[in-house]
């Protein structure tokens, strides 16, 4: 449309604009809504542990149509109490021992805040530079927290990136794999690219693997051994029957810590096939990767200065809130070359001089947050000392409640218990174990999951809640045991 048609509806009095919050009104609001959430962790003991709505019940809570005009927040604070806090599963209860602790911790809440508060997107270093400075240090100092091997860090051609989660770390490992894969056999397709995995992986590998354009019939189940763990033996087997079917092997995905029973793939001997074969090895230690912090638990790190790309949650595990997955690579290029497409829009001196980290480049999407606000809070509140207290806490208490599983008579453990997962059975079979589940988790203080594991009903206990202390874990067992009394 020329510019000039547009004159005509120039009449009249400039509009008012929006009725943004002024930063007076933040400050008042601000202050209230840090008041609730801070009030929620002191009620938090209050709710029952697992939400109590039936399907559609919050949401007819709700209006059907959003405001016309604006409202009061008097009103939201209600609504909150109303609506949404019957609709939550409370992950920050000290009686959860569902699934993975998900911390909120103050330090990773303020962090959060800040980087809405600032709100800048970091997708270049040149869109805001302290958003991929401050990154590039967290991560490296997470490469010394964890004694994890140097060649992650980005003093050399390798580097950690903060992705939104675990799975995203897997797309972004196998697609770099594939694109590597290619380039090393001339005249073959992605069709022709084999990845293996364990049974036990996480589901996201699988998924990751599609979504990287691997196919269905391309992705190898490698088996376990007895404790769940990928089976090297059974790695090379897979690999040279492919090799001998004209097929290309390109990547390997191991867990450190899987999600069902915390298992630990031999990473080292993973990583000597995977490196023998020319294959990419990504490893996932999405959980149990946050215990390197601790010495005595570096046995998780076996293997890594061998792999291609490794990620950890540290919003599983290490008291930083939902999102930060830590990701390294120890070759940045690698990721880059899969990765990276420059439209003129987005071209600026510094990347073209090649001088600085766009993370942009490192990803699936273009936009990100401001991440490592969250996590560098986090390091700065609690240091190595206050982390390692974290993750001791909840190794001993989960060790104590695996004590009293092995002592008794009607229980026992389904898997090594390495860390804080704990998977135990009852002797009176599948339906014994979910009728202990159940009354468990009906009580109300309580969370616990199941999964299977070599075939049959397992539950789980997994130890981790910020608010959890060791009474809860023995509470949790009496529970458990009482409802096994009453079967
Ligand atoms: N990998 C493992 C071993 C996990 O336990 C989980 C979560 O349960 C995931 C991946 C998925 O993590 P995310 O939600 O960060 O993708």
């Known amino acids: ?34 008041d609730w959430v801070a009030g929620y962790h002191e009620r938090i003991e209050d709710f029952p542990v697992l939400s109590q709505v039936r399907p559609g019940e919050v949401a007819a809570g709700l209006p059907d149509s959003p405001p016309a005009e604006p409202e009061g927040f008097d009103a939201v604070l209600g609504d909150l109490d109303r609506v949404i806090v019957p609709g939550l599963t409370h992950w920050q209860a000290p009686g959860f021992f569902a699934f993975f602790p998900t911390p909120a911790t103050g330090p990773a809440i303020l962090g959060d805040l800040l980087s809405s508060g600032l709100g800048v997107q970091g997708m270049l270093w040149a869109s805001s530079p302290a958003c991929t400075e401050l990154e590039t240090r967290v991560m490296d100092w997470l490469v010394d927290l964890c004694g994890l091997p140097r060649r992650f860090r980005s003093d050399g051609p390798g580097g950690g990136v903060i992705q939104d989660s675990a799975s995203s770390s897997a797309l972004c490992a196998l697609v770099a794999a594939r694109e590597r894969a290619l380039r090393g056999v001339a005249g073959r397709t992605v069709a022709d690219l084999v990845v293996y995995t364990s049974e036990h992986a996480h589901s996201s590998i699988y998924k990751s693997a599609r979504i990287a354009g691997f196919g269905a019939e391309r992705i190898r189940y490698v088996g376990s051994d007895p404790t769940h763990a990928m089976s090297p033996e059974a790695l090379a087997t897979a690999v040279a029957a492919d090799r001998a079917a004209g097929l290309v092997p390109a990547a390997v995905v191991a867990t450190v810590g899987t999600t069902s029973s915390l298992a630990l793939d031999p990473v080292a001997r993973l990583a000597d096939i995977a490196g023998a074969e020319g294959m990419w090895i990504h490893v996932d230690g999405a959980l149990a990767g946050a215990a390197a912090v ?54 600026n001196p510094e990347s073209e001089r090649g001088t600085v980290i766009d993370y942009r480049d490192w990803q699936v999407p273009l936009g990100r947050r401001f991440r490592s606000l969250k996590l560098w809070l986090v390091l700065r509140w609690y240091g190595a000392a206050g982390l390692q207290a974290h993750i001791r806490s909840g190794v001993a208490w989960a060790q104590q409640f695996a004590g009293w599983v092995r002592a008794h008579p009607d229980f026992s453990l389904a898997a090594p218990a390495p860390l804080s997962l704990v998977c135990f059975r009852h002797r009176g079979g599948d339906e014994a174990n979910r009728r202990v589940l159940a009354a468990v988790n009906d009580e109300g203080r309580f969370y616990i999951t199941h999964t299977v594991l070599d075939g049959q009903y397992t539950l789980r206990l997994s130890v981790g809640a910020v608010a959890t202390r060791a009474h809860h874990v023995e509470a949790a067992w009496e529970a458990i045991t009482a409802a096994a009394a009453n079967l």
């Open 1 to 34: 449309m020329d510019p000039s048609e547009t004159a005509e509806h120039d009449t009249g009095p400039p509009p008012p604009g929006a009725p943004h919050m002024t930063p007076e009104e933040l400050r008042l609001w601000g202050g209230r809504f840090l």
């Open 294 to 347: 601790c010495a005595e638990f570096r046995f998780v790190n076996r293997g890594l200065d061998a792999v291609d790309s490794y990620c950890f949650n540290p919003h599983k595990w290490l008291l930083t809130n939902l999102d930060c997955t830590a990701m390294w690579v120890a070759d940045r290029q690698s990721l880059t070359d899969a990765l990276s497409v420059t439209p003129e829009y987005l071209r």
